[in-house]
Nanobody
């Protein structure tokens, strides 16, 4: 069984930075990893994904050039570096693992989820 634990969220002013971490237990080194977010009253939305090897990444348009996803398979950890944060980035951020390696953007593509970490960006 795979367990994912996120950390690194918090309160930051607009223009600031945060780095989210997602530590995985179990054999996740061969899984694709993704980050999603969910704001109050909204559906969970795709933010970024990375292939199991780390060679391929994809982002939603609104975070391109500001967010960077990465993973360290030796530490079973995925990261989301978030720069130039905006108030509209405020949400609970979730990491997820995909056994099928689809590097997908749909939450249904992912098999395991963390509990989420709150990111709040003040204006």
């Amino acid at each position: 069984q795979v367990q994912l634990v996120e950390s690194g969220g918090g309160l930051v002013q607009a223009g600031g930075s945060l780095r989210l971490s997602c530590v995985a237990s179990g054999r996740t080194f061969s899984y694709d990893m993704g980050w999603f977010r969910q704001a109050p009253g909204k559906e969970r939305e795709f933010v970024a994904a990375i292939s199991w090897s780390g060679r391929y990444t994809r982002y939603t348009d609104s975070v391109k050039g500001r967010f960077t996803i990465s993973k360290d398979n030796t530490k079973n950890t995925a990261y989301l570096q978030m720069n130039s944060l905006k108030p509209e980035d405020t949400a609970v951020y979730y990491c997820a693992a995909d056994r099928s390696r689809s590097t997908g953007t749909n939450p249904a593509d992912y098999d395991y989820w963390g509990q989420g970490t709150q990111v709040t960006v003040s204006s």
